[in-house]
């Protein structure tokens, strides 16, 4: 969803409200892929404060599927994301990347809502994820998710290749 921002080139020191779809389906943080759970409509009021320079506040809520940090299963993880951003249109993308204000939902007079959307939720987005305090994780040597049952793993010897050194020592005990 675009927002042609030269409709409001004629509405000097007015605000202009918008309520717009998400298209978002899925998040892309840079490394990993997270699908949208569920979205709202995005409310932003556009502000033309002249000269080219608009101001963009609102805020949405949404919600990703991210996988918990221990045991992988994905957790619905909700945002409010709120939006208080100045566009200046008089700034060339150059300029922009060199000033490190790289304003990807800036495109010419457009704004992408879903670009915006993602840039604040890239902000928001929480370093680890856990589907609960006390998550058990999954067994690493099984991959037995550890909060559904256990495993017998930690009953067996440590390490297949402890095992191996064990009866090295057997056998040289032996001779
Ligand atoms: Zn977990
Ligand atoms: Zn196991």
Do not use: H
């Amino acid at each position: 969803m675009l927002i042609d921002l030269s409709e409001l080139f004629f509405i000097k020191g007015k605000a202009k409200e918008y309520t717009v779809p998400l298209e978002l389906e899925i998040f892309c943080d840079g490394m990993n892929d997270y699908k949208v759970a569920d979205r709202e409509l995005v409310r932003l009021v556009i502000t033309n404060q002249g000269d080219r320079v608009f101001a963009v506040t609102g805020e949405t809520r949404l919600s990703l599927w991210i996988p918990c940090a221990r045991c992988l299963e994905p957790v619905k993880v909700p945002f409010l994301l709120e939006f208080d951003q100045e566009l200046d249109l008089n700034l060339t993308d150059e300029a922009r990347m060199a000033d490190l204000n790289e304003q990807f939902y800036l495109n010419g007079c457009s704004l992408d809502i879903d670009q915006l959307v993602s840039s604040e939720l890239m902000l928001n987005l929480p370093m680890r994820v856990l589907c609960s305090d006390n998550c058990k994780g999954i067994c690493n040597r099984c991959g037995t998710n550890l909060n559904r049952g256990a495993c017998d793993c930690a009953g067996k010897s440590l390490d297949p290749r402890m095992s191996v050194i064990q009866d090295i020592f057997k056998q040289l005990k032996e001779v």
